[in-house]
């Protein structure tokens, strides 16, 4: 996933988002206040199906995969509980909850967020081997717990692409989406679900297979596999938050609307399908269209809808344009974006206090690969330093304030450098090579 946590903070109203068909001036993306110098639809029109798509729904849509993993609208926004918004698509079924966030407690089959760097045990105690560590404030999904160790901790298991470990809940925090994916590949009655490929390998099968490697992931939880050619297209379109867990082994199986066999496994919120007809490397792996059939079987109206306002049709396009980078003085977070599209986004090191980095907007005017850098006077300042060999360096502001490499590791999120924003060496290259001279710089708290 190119940035999982995009939804941050308070969304916008979906209702008026549906209503206003307005410009990101207007109605930012979900959780920023956009500058106005970004210029971009918050809803558009698919004529293909006659549907409209608007914030925070299409937000989420085009940062998780677009047509390729949740295909197009087929359904109109619509209540489906209180408080609560559906819309149905091709490939799955969006909900929308604006009041889902801000629970303290962590539940299993919601979001969570690491507080530190821990290690992950493959059981729930100290007992357990280490199988992982995670970095602080990595998201992750719960999915068994809470289980008591001989200490009295409380103990979670928690997913993400990594696969499973299990940590102790003193370390997490709670992080939901308030979008979620409801889409159910089976009835949880189905008799299919007794079929072999449904049935949880024993304990000991899973133990035999041996530790995750980069071609297969277990996971305990579901008793379940995820290697190739399923495994690259999970980790790559969203993993356990777009997809869920694995709930089968791979098999053979025919796709209802082609009447054709394909190698197929089941997930939570997925059926991929491994299509080797298809002549691009990109288009092999393709979920089954299960939000057209749950459609059907629960009779949501899929005819075409009036375009609302002024939305334009969607094209890609609408959504590149300017390149600008926002920094976030009191996250000590660095996001870069191209229209509203999230290229990378870090933690930083900004100005100490005494050397604060200015708030303000600026345009990258000067770029080196590689520098010395300097300030005050050897045993006349007691501020003086000399760092050679400053990789990857932007200047935005005269006075040598300037976007650049650097190694503190253990320092990330914390404001200690002299004004400069300091970013991990190899984002800081990336940076370096997308951002030409005159980007913009937005730096705020």
Not at 87 to 107: D, M, W
Not at 169 to 192: A, F, M, N, V
Request: with cysteine; proline share 9%; aromatic share 12%.
């Amino acid at each position: 996933m190119r940035w999982t946590r995009v939804l941050l903070g308070v969304l916008c109203g979906l209702a008026l988002a549906l209503a206003s068909g307005g410009r990101a001036g207007e109605a930012a993306p979900p959780g920023h206040e956009m500058p106005s110098w970004v210029d971009v639809p918050t809803q558009v029109y698919f004529p293909q199906t006659g549907h409209n798509l608007a914030d925070p729904l299409l937000y989420y849509w085009r940062e998780n995969g677009g047509a390729a993993v949740f295909g197009l609208p087929i359904s109109e926004p619509f209540p489906a509980g209180p408080n609560l918004v559906a819309q149905y698509f091709e490939k799955t079924i969006l909900e929308y909850r604006p009041n889902s966030g801000g629970e303290a407690g962590l539940a299993v089959g919601y979001g969570a967020a690491t507080t530190s760097d821990l290690n992950l045990r493959a059981g729930p105690g100290t007992t357990f081997g280490a199988v992982r560590v995670l970095d602080n404030a990595e998201r992750v999904r719960l999915v068994a717990g809470p289980v008591k160790d001989a200490q009295g901790r409380t103990w979670y298991e928690v997913a993400g692409d990594f696969g499973t470990g299990w940590s102790v809940g003193d370390y997490l925090q709670r992080d939901d989406d308030p979008i979620q994916i409801t889409t159910q590949p089976l009835d949880p009655k189905s008799p299919q679900l007794e079929a072999w490929p449904f049935k949880p390998l024993a304990p000991i099968v899973l133990g035999a297979i041996g530790p995750d490697r980069d071609d297969l992931t277990v996971f305990p939880t579901t008793g379940h596999t995820l290697g190739q050619p399923f495994k690259k297209y999970w980790e790559e379109h969203g993993g356990v938050f777009v997809f869920g867990l694995p709930i089968s082994e791979p098999f053979q199986e025919v796709n209802p609307d082609n009447g054709q066999k394909y190698l197929t496994q089941y997930f939570e919120h997925a059926r991929l399908e491994y299509h080797p007809e298809n002549p691009g490397a990109d288009d092999k792996v393709l979920p089954a269209a299960l939000g057209r059939w749950a459609a059907a079987a629960a009779g949501v109206s899929t005819a075409a809808a009036a375009r609302k306002g002024d939305a334009p049709d969607y094209s890609p396009d609408l959504f590149t344009g300017v390149k600008w980078i926002e920094v976030n003085l009191s996250e000590q977070r660095l996001t870069a974006f191209d229209g509203d599209e999230v290229l990378l986004t870090t933690l930083v090191r900004s100005g100490k206090q005494g050397w604060e980095t200015p708030p303000g907007t600026y345009r990258i005017f000067s770029k080196v690969p590689i520098t010395d850098m300097t300030l005050g006077v050897q045993g006349v300042d007691p501020w003086y330093y000399y760092t050679p060999d400053v990789p990857w360096v932007m200047y935005f502001l005269a006075g040598g304030f300037a976007i650049h490499g650097a190694v503190y590791d253990a320092e990330w999120g914390t404001p200690t450098s002299h004004g400069c924003i300091n970013v991990p060496v190899d984002l800081a290259k990336t940076l370096y090579d997308w951002a030409p001279v005159g980007t913009l710089v937005w730096i705020h708290y």
